[in-house]
């Protein structure tokens, strides 16, 4: 049984990918931390609905109920957007906009995240090699 076609694994491989490139993100703006006119830059969240059509045999088709509704475009081959967002700080004399001390608290924070999900994908395994022993034996 390949526990790539679950779902649940699917969408918990999805998550770990898009944290992955997260981190590299990160870890590229603190290296950049003293290059004159670096700004920090960040990747973009996939939406929801992207992976849970992503992770379904069957896709769903989303339909917009309200015209005040926002359209997504779901991620596409698991590239995720880097992007780089509007500096809420001020800018160091030579151009830089990365602060280390935000860096390190959303490293903390994927870190955190990767950890949680892992345990879940963990759990869920675990949970299947107890239900696959027990039509075994």
Do not use: C, W
């Not at 160091?92 to 994908?121: C, F, M, P, W």
């Not at 090699?129 to 075994?136: E, G, S, Y």
């Amino acid at each position: 049984m390949d526990l790539f076609n679950l779902s649940l694994v699917n969408i918990a491989k999805n998550r770990l990918d898009y944290l992955s490139e997260r981190q590299k993100v990160i870890a590229a703006n603190i290296a950049n931390a003293d290059t004159p006119g670096y700004i920090s830059q960040d990747v973009e969240e996939p939406d929801f609905a992207g992976l849970v059509k992503n992770s379904m045999s069957a896709p769903l088709k989303m339909t917009v109920t309200n015209p005040k509704h926002m359209a997504s475009a779901p991620v596409q081959g698991g590239m995720y957007k880097v992007y780089t967002p509007k500096p809420d700080t001020a800018l160091t004399i030579d151009g830089n906009g990365v602060n280390i001390e935000d860096q390190l608290n959303e490293a903390s924070k994927v870190k955190s995240e990767h950890e949680r999900i892992l345990t879940i994908y963990n759990k869920y395994k675990a949970m299947l090699q107890t239900a696959n022993t027990k039509i075994n034996s």
